[in-house]
């Protein structure tokens, strides 16, 4: 599987020929840094009076190279699709090599602090839900007022929590409807295509 490089991350990739291997090597460390503890300006700016350029060229070049590295990482793509989608850029071989060298000895580490930065949603266990219709009351004595109670079970981490939820039948079918409209779009060959690349 080949990745889908934007115009924009290409101009951002763009900045890598003009600048020494050992430079691209130093930028491949501040992309998985950036990772691990977020954004830090002093280093591009550093880098940039280094190099004589903007501190925004730095930075979009790191970010560029981030992206690279971690959508590749996320699909774990063989280092022939690597290749194959760097080679588009134009660079050098010798860069295209530097690259894909960036690439294996980074994807491990890039999949675990993205596996890390994941958020732990909870997961159902079990459903419980009874209908109450209510037929008269002091004020009226013929309504017909239904309601349907659900008792959402839920597991986070293996702690159990639960849930209880109140609606009306029509926003329940609602609710239903775009349920089942959402597992039919999950049939088109789009979603099934995005499915494969998130895996």
């Given at each position: 599987m080949l990745l889908d490089l934007s115009e924009e991350h290409k101009e951002h990739l763009a900045f890598l020929p003009r600048v020494d291997s050992a430079v691209v090597a130093?930028?491949?460390?501040?992309?998985?840094?950036?990772?691990?503890?977020?954004?830090?300006?002093?280093?591009?700016?550093?880098?940039?009076?280094k190099l004589s350029v903007s501190t925004d060229t730095v930075q979009h070049g790191v970010e560029g190279l981030t992206y690279?590295?971690?959508?590749?990482?996320?699909?774990?793509?063989?280092?022939l699709d690597f290749q194959d989608s760097i080679f588009v850029l134009g660079f050098s071989e010798e860069l295209n090599r530097l690259l894909l060298?960036?690439?294996?000895?980074?994807?491990?580490?890039?999949?675990?602090?993205?596996?890390?930065?994941?958020?732990?949603?909870p997961s159902y266990h079990n459903?419980?839900?009874?209908?109450?219709?209510?037929?008269?009351?002091?004020?009226?004595?013929?309504?017909?007022?239904?309601?349907?109670?659900?008792k959402l079970h839920l597991n986070?981490?293996?702690?159990?929590?639960?849930?209880?939820?109140?609606?009306?039948?029509?926003?329940?079918?609602?609710?239903?409807?775009?349920?089942?409209?959402?597992?039919?779009?999950?049939k088109t060959n789009h979603c099934r295509r995005v499915l494969r690349?998130?895996?």
């Open positions: 130093e930028f491949g460390r501040i992309a998985v840094e950036f990772l691990r503890r977020g954004s830090n300006p002093k280093i591009y700016e550093g880098a940039a009076r690279l590295l971690t959508e590749s990482s996320k699909l774990m793509i063989s280092e060298q960036l690439y294996l000895d980074n994807r491990k580490e890039i999949r675990t602090i993205l596996s890390e930065l994941a958020p732990d949603l459903l419980e839900w009874r209908l109450d219709v209510q037929l008269a009351s002091r004020s009226l004595r013929q309504q017909i007022k239904p309601a349907v109670t659900i986070q981490n293996g702690d159990p929590s639960t849930k209880v939820l109140q609606t009306d039948p029509a926003t329940l079918l609602h609710l239903v409807q775009q349920l089942e409209q959402a597992l039919e779009e999950m690349n998130i895996k």
